[in-house]
């Protein structure tokens, strides 16, 4: 049985929208991040980065969403459904998957502590983190204006990767997304997907 260590937070939400597009069976074991249970000794002797998402399989313990999409797609998607067969769009989907954990993940990140921080706010930190998120927009923007579903052409693991941060960005009224016409009409694409409502749900 897989096992997903997770939070509700957009990196498990990745790995639970990639579960629910597979129809995999799984058991859900929610790691209190504010407790403090990710350095827990027996969550660090399956991730020493104290991070979720964790993903067991077999006895080995994944960590990093990218890592553990692609994992998924390697051995449990014959239909090629979130990591294309084709060499090409493959290589492509795994470009988008570090681009996201490069970019757009840890730039959210940053800009999010800043920007939610009680008190006085860090307007370095908003200015310097914005203006990238503003600038990996405009890459999202160019790839999708040749009117393409999504990112690489086909549903992949990009998507999955991008969503539930973007959502957030979004839902937060974040003037560099919603200005960003293809950008917004590719996410509420995704978020039509049932798997895709079903992964954000989790963990209930
Ligand atoms: N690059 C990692 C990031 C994972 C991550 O930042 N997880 C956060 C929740 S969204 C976490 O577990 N933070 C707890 C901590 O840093 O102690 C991934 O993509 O899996």
Redesign the pocket.
Known sequence: MLVLHT?A????KKVSIALAELGLDYETRVVR?LKGQ??EEAFLALNPN????VLEDEGQAI????AILFHLGEKYDPEGLILPKDPQLRMQALQMTFFQ?GGV?PNL?RYGEAFQKEGEKNAEMIEIFGRELERLMSVLERMLADGRDYLIGPYSIGDIMHYPWLVLAQDAGLPWLLERESVVEWLARIGQRPAVQAGMAVPG
């Open positions: 939070a937070t957009p990196n498990g991040l990710q350095f104290h991070k979720i998402p960590w990093e969403s990218g954990t993940g990140g």
